[in-house]
C-alpha cells in the first residue's frame, strides 16, 4: 500500500498555479478521500528564474523534463503547459516511462488523441483529459461513466467561452465585435491571439474530443466543419432577433446509420431554446442519448479555478486507480470504424439573406432557385434596408440536405438580380 502519491507538474502558469492552489488548500480533504496525502514532487517551467507567487519551495522547480521522468517518487504526470508538440513528447514519454498522465491539452488529445491513449493502454498506464473540454463541467467523465450503459445519438452545445462573451455583449449590450474582444481580453477570456476562439477552431477540436467519445469512433479535426464568427454579417445579430432567434457559435455532433457529422459554426437558436439563453464564458452542452433522451450540462468554460478543478478531479481518479491497482485497466479502443456523412446525408433547415435589386419580379426568379434544387421554403420576407438602394431577401428553408443549401446558395451568387449573399445560417432547436 502506497503511503504518498507523488505529482509531476509540466507547467505553472493560470491553470498550472491553480492546480497547485487547489491541491495544497484542498490537502487535507484529498486525503480522507484517498487514504494518503498527494504531493507535488517536482514543477516543469521553462523559465527557472522567473517570479511566482506560490508557497512551493523553489527547489522543486525545474526546467528538465528528465528530473520529472527519472524521480521514482512521482506516480502521476499533470501536464498543463498547453501548444502541441512539446506537451505531446512529453506524454508520450511519460506514459513510455509507466507513469499516470493527467492533461488540460485540447489541441494534443484532438489530434493526437487516439494514439497517446493506445500508448496508455499498451503501458498500463492512466491517461485523463477531462479538462480539456467545458473547463469546469464533468462532460468526459459523464460520458465515459454516467452515460456509459447508453448509446449516444448527438450533442449540440456552446463550447467556447470567448465566441460566447463576445455575442452576449454585442447582443444585449450592443457593442461592436471590437469592443467586445476587447472587454474578453481585458478579463482574461480571450488570448492575446484571439484567433484559434473567434475562428471556430478551438471548438472544432473539443467536438472532435467529444464526438469520438461518444460515438466510440474515430471523429479527426478534418472531418469537423468550420465556420467562425467572421461569417457575422452587420445586422444578422438583430435580424436573427426580429425572427424570433439568437445567434451562438455552436458545436454539434450527430449519428446515425448513415454515419457521423460533425460541425462548428454560428447558428440560430429560437429565443426559447435554452442554449440561447446562454451568455458571457458559460458553456452548455446538450447530450441526447437512445435512452436516457435529452440531458443538459452547464458551468462555467473557462477560468483558472474551474479548469483546475477538473484537472484535479483526475487527479483524484488517477489516484483511485494507481491504489486500488486498476491503472491502465481501461479499454480505449473505438468500437465502430470511421464513417462519415457526405453532404448529401446531413439535413437541417437555413436562414439565408441576400440582397438584391429592388425590382418587381426578383422575389418569383429567386424562388424558382429553390425549387430547382427542391428546397421547401418555410418563409419568404422582403427586408427593406435603408442603408442601401437594394433590398433583403430573406428565405427560411423547410428541412433540406447540406448539398441543396449549396447549390442554392452557389447559383445565388451568380443570379444577375443577386447583389451579394450576405450571410447564411444553420437554424438548430426547432
Known amino acids: 500500500m502506497k503511503k504518498e502519491i507523488g505529482i509531476g507538474l509540466l507547467g505553472f502558469g493560470t491553470v498550472g498555479s491553480g492546480v497547485a492552489s487547489v491541491l495544497q488548500q484542498h490537502q487535507e480533504d484529498l486525503t480522507y478521500k ?85 500508448l496508455a493502454d499498451r503501458n498500463g498506464c492512466d491517461l485523463f483529459y477531462e479538462a480539456s473540454v467545458g473547463g469546469g463541467i464533468p462532460l468526459i467523465r459523464t460520458l465515459e461513466d454516467g452515460l456509459a450503459s447508453d448509446r449516444i445519438t448527438s450533442l449540440l452545445g456552446i463550447i467556447n467561452g470567448t465566441t460566447n462573451f463576445i455575442l452576449t455583449k454585442m447582443k444585449h449590450e450592443k457593442k461592436t465585435y471590437a469592443e467586445a474582444l476587447e472587454e474578453a481580453t481585458a478579463l482574461g477570456f480571450a488570448e492575446a491571439d484571439p484567433t484559434a476562439d473567434v475562428g471556430g477552431i478551438d471548438a472544432a477540436r473539443k467536438m ?7 460515438f466510440s469512433e474515430e471523429v479527426q479535426l478534418d472531418d469537423v466543419y468550420v465556420r467562425g464568427m467572421e461569417a457575422i454579417e452587420d445586422g444578422d445579430l438583430e435580424l436573427a432577433e426580429q425572427f424570433g432567434y439568437t445567434v451562438k457559435m455552436a458545436g454539434s455532433a450527430k449519428k446515425d446509420e448513415q454515419g457521423v457529422e460533425v460541425a462548428v459554426e454560428p447558428v440560430f437558436f429560437p429565443n426559447a431554446h435554452p442554449l440561447a439563453s446562454v451568455n458571457n464564458e458559460f458553456n452548455a452542452v446538450y447530450v441526447r442519448g437512445a435512452a436516457v433522451g435529452e440531458t443538459m450540462f452547464y458551468g462555467p468554460g473557462a477560468g483558472s479555478l ?33 464513417k462519415t456523412k457526405t453532404d448529401e446525408q446531413k439535413s437541417a433547415r437555413y436562414f439565408h439573406r441576400i440582397a438584391v435589386r429592388d425590382e418587381i419580379g426578383v422575389l418569383a426568379r429567386l424562388s424558382a432557385i429553390y425549387s430547382k434544387n427542391g428546397a421547401s421554403l418555410a418563409t419568404v420576407i422582403q427586408h ?21 443549401h449549396l447549390d442554392v446558395l452557389e447559383e445565388l451568387t451568380t443570379a444577375p438580380e443577386v447583389n451579394g449573399v450576405l450571410s447564411h445560417y444553420r437554424i438548430e432547436g426547432d
Do not use: W
Open 34 to 118: 484517498l487514504g494518503v496525502p498527494v504531493k507535488i514532487r517536482r514543477v516543469l517551467v521553462r523559465n527557472l528564474h522567473k517570479e511566482r507567487n506560490t508557497d512551493l519551495p523553489q527547489e522543486l522547480f525545474t526546467d528538465s523534463l528528465d528530473d520529472l521522468l527519472n524521480d521514482e517518487s512521482i506516480d502521476i504526470m499533470v501536464e498543463v503547459f498547453g501548444g502541441m508538440e512539446e506537451a505531446r513528447v512529453a506524454i508520450e514519454q511519460a506514459l513510455q516511462a509507466g507513469k499516470g498522465v493527467v492533461t488540460a491539452n485540447k489541441d494534443v488529445m484532438a489530434v493526437h488523441g487516439r494514439d497517446l491513449l493506445v
Open 384 to 404: 427593406p434596408n435603408p442603408a442601401r438602394e437594394d433590398a433583403d431577401l430573406i428565405f427560411i428553408t423547410h428541412t433540406i440536405s447540406r448539398k441543396q
Open 306 to 338: 474551474p479548469t483546475a478543478t477538473s484537472v484535479t478531479s483526475d487527479i483524484v481518479a488517477a489516484c483511485r486507480n494507481l491504489l486500488l491497482g486498476v491503472n491502465g485497466k481501461r479499454v480505449h479502443s473505438y468500437q465502430y470504424e470511421r
Open 208 to 214: 472532435a474530443i467529444l464526438a469520438s467519445l461518444s
